[in-house]
């Protein structure tokens, strides 16, 4: 049975960080892209963040020197490091893995508030 478990949401202030966690199972980790994702209330799910099988990363420009994608596939767990966090990056992040299928987690909430 596929699974993937994000933790690591919260809480936190403007200008401070995150970090993210998805644990996979159930499929052949090291050969799926990975990717986060977010939705804040009332608007569409967008990309974050994807690293490849051969850990080529990309980022939305939003987020861009800011948060740090990364997996190891010993654990069979992507993270996302969320640093200088402002009040727009409030949303629930989901982790998705895909090649020839797609699965996603359940979520993770973060909000960034004072």
């Known amino acids: 049975q596929v699974q993937l478990v994000e933790s690591g949401g919260g809480l936190v202030q403007p200008g401070g960080s995150l970090s993210l966690s998805c644990a996979a199972s159930?499929?052949?980790?090291?050969?799926?892209?990975m990717s986060w994702y977010r939705q804040a209330p009332g608007k569409e799910r967008e990309l974050v963040a994807i690293?490849?099988?051969?850990?080529?990363?990309n980022y939305a420009g939003s987020v861009k020197g800011r948060f740090t994608i990364s997996r190891d596939n010993a654990k069979n767990t992507v993270y996302l490091q969320m640093n200088s966090l402002r009040p727009e990056d409030t949303a629930v992040y989901y982790c998705r893995a895909s090649l020839v299928r797609t699965y996603w987690g359940q979520g993770t909430q973060v909000m960034v508030s004072s």
């Open positions: 159930g499929f052949t980790f090291s050969s799926y892209t």
């Open positions: 690293i490849t099988s051969a850990y080529g990363t």
